[in-house]
């Protein structure tokens, strides 16, 4: 066995790990900024790679690059644009593997479960294949006599994309491949946790014959994110990431005149009506619970069961996770590593707070013995198994707080009313599911709760492409959420033109407001 220091050291040290760089204008480029931060392999605790940290000059210089390449893409014809697209989604599709490599080594979740996000972004990209349909404005002829009225939209200009660890590739996606397709250019901010992934695009953007400067990525912290927020020639700022930022992010850039999209946290509640298959709603709450370690924002993390269920379903959830690997995402386990050793120790935090709040610990994953390679010590990946607590009451951290690891909450209620209480008072609303057997409770349930997603019988309700992405209350800021139609709304202007082609006999003076005839 050797410790995470020995390894390090065999790589010579950290101070000779490759550095991840910047991506502007169509190169790599250190930056100008000297700080840089860890990127950790998640399974074996090692620090891999470090990441450049833009200073705000680095910011400059990919807006810069933005702004440059912007009135050749904004002219550049629609078929043009979607042939490019169309050459990025086979890269894109053709780079899958590769890229989950990518992912899986950073972020630490699993193999299949890093192709899924491509998969899922790359749907975005199918959708702003489409772009030609999705630009085309409305036309009426003769709205006042030989006057025509028509609506077109163009893009913005430069928009800023700040996106989080946990889907280092699809959550990007949500937003580029629309803000490009309507002509827009792009800074993206990624994690810093995560960064490779957003390079690796964007060599495939290049490849897909994608002019310079369209597409930049700059790495970093604060620092990055402050200089996108206030820089003048940024026109939007699309966030995903935890509630204080996503807030922060929204009065910010609003602050500075731009249109902003913040989506933010979660707490999503399942709730189990009596009448609901229950080996169904205890594979929902296995997949939706854990997958991903816990670390999705549409992750199941409290399970409203409407008695009598509880019992039968937990005992139902226990036989599951007894068959559940946690390990090494590249080893065909079913559940990874947190993202960092700090994360880890806070999730960690949480299960010992709902010990001693008096929950019932179920399942303890403190103890867990991962699937690692050989010759890797354990002890040194960031692990936490999968964890459910019974008994919890809404006073209690584990339910109010988002948690975003492998922990679930079971809260026993008595009726349908109490559970969707329950969905409806949380601070947040981005995702919900019900299972149930009664078309007429589902339909009740989709009309009265208080959520921007909601799942019938499906525990993560991540809508297609072609509809919009996003929750209500704490979970968004801004009006827009991403993707489908919402995200062409986002990225372009529209404008309505009036017009008439020469008629001698409708001219003369009118001083009155214009009216229609
Ligand atoms: P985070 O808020 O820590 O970071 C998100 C981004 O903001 C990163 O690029 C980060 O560098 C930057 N950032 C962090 N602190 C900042 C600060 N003080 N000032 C300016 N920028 C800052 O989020 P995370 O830990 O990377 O991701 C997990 C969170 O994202 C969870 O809360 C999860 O629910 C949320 N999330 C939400 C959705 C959604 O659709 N609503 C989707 C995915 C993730």
């Not at 078929?79 to 992912?103: P, V, W």
């Not at 009225?149 to 699809?170: D, H, K």
């Not at 959830?317 to 090494?328: F, H, S």
């Not at 992405?469 to 404008?495: I, M, P, Q």
């Amino acid at each position: 066995m050797t410790t995470t220091a020995e390894r390090t050291a065999a790589h010579g040290g950290t101070t000779d790990l490759p550095v991840v760089p910047h991506w502007i204008a169509g190169a790599t480029t250190g930056g100008a900024g000297r700080r840089t931060g860890d990127v950790y392999d998640p399974a074996t605790g090692e620090v891999t790679k470090r990441v450049a940290f833009a200073e705000p000059s680095d910011v400059d210089a990919a807006v810069a690059a933005a702004k440059a390449a912007a009135p050749g893409w904004r002219d550049t014809s629609l078929a043009r644009r979607t042939q490019i697209l169309f050459a990025f989604r086979e890269l894109l599709n053709a780079s899958r593997d590769e890229l989950a490599a990518i992912i899986t080594a950073e972020h630490g979740k699993v193999l299949s479960d890093a192709a899924g996000e491509i998969a899922r972004g790359q749907e975005v990209v199918e959708f702003a294949c489409g772009i030609p349909h999705l630009l085309k404005g409305g036309f009426s002829e003769n709205a006042s006599t030989k006057i025509d009225v028509y609506s077109i939209r163009q893009p913005l200009g430069v928009v800023g994309i700040i996106s989080p660890f946990n889907f280092p590739a699809m959550v990007p996606m949500w937003f580029f491949p629309i803000a490009i397709a309507t002509g827009n250019t792009v800074v993206l901010k990624p994690s810093e946790k995560d960064p490779s992934a957003a390079n690796f695009i964007a060599g495939l953007w290049k490849r897909a014959g994608l002019p310079d400067g369209v597409f930049n990525v700059v790495h970093g912290d604060k620092v990055a994110v402050d200089g996108l927020l206030d820089h003048p020639d940024v026109k939007s700022i699309s966030f995903v990431g935890s509630t204080p930022i996503a807030r922060y992010v929204y009065e910010r850039g609003t602050a500075a005149g731009k249109r902003v999209q913040a989506l933010g946290g979660a707490k999503n509640h399942m709730l189990v009506l009596p009448d609901a298959d229950l080996d169904l709603a205890a594979d929902a709450a296995v997949n939706a619970g854990f997958g991903s370690a816990g670390e999705r924002c549409m992750a199941i993390s409290a399970l409203v069961a409407v008695e009598p269920v509880a019992d039968e379903l937990i005992a139902k959830i226990k036989e599951r996770v007894a068959t559940l690997r946690t390990g090494d995402g590249r080893r065909g386990c079913d559940m990874g590593p947190l993202v960092t050793g700090q994360h880890r120790d806070k999730v960690r935090s949480y299960v010992d707070a709902g010990e001693e709040a008096g929950a019932e610990l179920v399942i303890d994953g403190r103890g867990v013995q991962p699937d690692v390679q050989d010759g890797v010590e354990a002890a040194d990946g960031f692990w936490l198994g999968p964890t459910l607590f019974d008994k919890v009451s809404t006073d209690m951290s584990i339910y109010t707080d988002e948690i975003f690891g492998p922990v679930l909450s079971v809260v026993r209620v008595a009726s349908y009313e109490e559970g969707l209480h329950l969905i409806n008072s949380n601070a947040y609303g981005n995702g919900t599911a019900i299972f149930t057997n009664d078309g007429g409770a589902a339909r009740r349930f989709q009309n009265e709760v208080e959520v921007g997603m909601i799942g019938i019988n499906v525990p993560v309700p991540v809508p297609v492409a072609y509809y919009s992405f996003g929750g209500w209350k704490n979970s968004l800021f801004g009006d827009s959420h991403a993707h489908g139609t919402e995200g062409v709304h986002f990225f372009t202007r529209g404008k309505v033109v009036t017009g008439r082609w020469l008629d001698p006999s409708h001219g003369g003076l009118n001083l009155g407001f214009p009216q229609n005839a």
